[in-house]
T-cell receptor, first 113, second 115 residues
């Protein structure tokens, strides 16, 4: 069964901490994405990657960076967490045409205090 | 940028009834997709319809696409309590240029199916 695994289901961090959110997919997909989901705002794309070591900014990249050293792993980094980054973070992957059929992880609910 | 907008925002029906959700978008698209999200979980892909298709079926799901009205509908027939979830449309804009990424999600319709 295909799988996108996010390392943490719930995470609580303090303002100013450096936060790493990890995502691993076992489908050999070329494309990986990080979204955040907030009530009333829906899903917003933070960053995506279509190949190892490649990254592209999405709609809201400010305050975030990403790393893709291996094909199966895509990390989202909050360099200095702030309270407005409290959100549900969703990782997704796709193969081939990156705009078709995304497979999502279960999400990480991050609270920044 | 948000393109797809679902309607209604929330829908409550009895088990066995049909549920219809609508999605409107603004620009030309290559395809439109519907996803489902159970509370606090990730999204699951349900169905994709291409711009040259008008209707598509998958089990109890029926999706229609009207490109002249820039709208789509998702029909769930004979609903079950397990269908309770949020449903999102996602559009792939056709004017985004080759190699670019333009899949954007709406804010979702929250469906409650009462046993």
């Amino acid at each position: 069964d295909v799988k996108v695994t996010q390392s943490s289901r719930y995470l609580v961090k303090r303002t100013g901490e450096k936060v790493f959110l990890e995502c691993v997919q076992d489908m050999d997909h070329e494309n990986m994405f990080w979204y955040r989901q907030d009530p009333g705002l829906g899903l917003r794309l933070i960053y995506f990657s279509y190949d190892v070591k490649m990254k592209e900014k999405g709609d809201i990249p400010e305050g975030y960076s990403v790393s893709r050293e291996k094909k199966e792993r895509f990390s989202l980094i909050l360099e200095s967490a702030s309270t407005n980054q409290t959100s549900m973070y969703l990782c997704a992957s796709s193969s081939g045409d990156k705009n078709e059929k995304l497979f999502f992880g279960s999400g990480t609910q991050l609270s920044v205090l | 940028s948000q393109q797809g907008e679902e309607d209604p925002q929330a829908l409550s029906i009895q088990e066995g009834e049909n549920a219809t959700m609508n999605c409107s978008y603004k620009t030309s698209i290559n395809n439109l997709q519907w996803y489902r999200q159970n509370s606090g979980r990730g999204l699951v892909h349900l169905i994709l319809i291409r711009s040259n298709e008008r209707e598509k079926h998958s089990g109890r799901l029926r999706v229609t696409l009207d490109t002249s009205k820039k709208s789509s509908s998702l029909l769930i027939t004979a609903s079950r309590a397990a269908d309770t979830a949020s449903y999102f449309c996602a559009t792939d804009a056709s004017d985004s240029g080759a190699g670019s990424y333009q899949l954007t999600f709406g804010k979702g319709t929250k469906l409650s199916v009462i046993p």
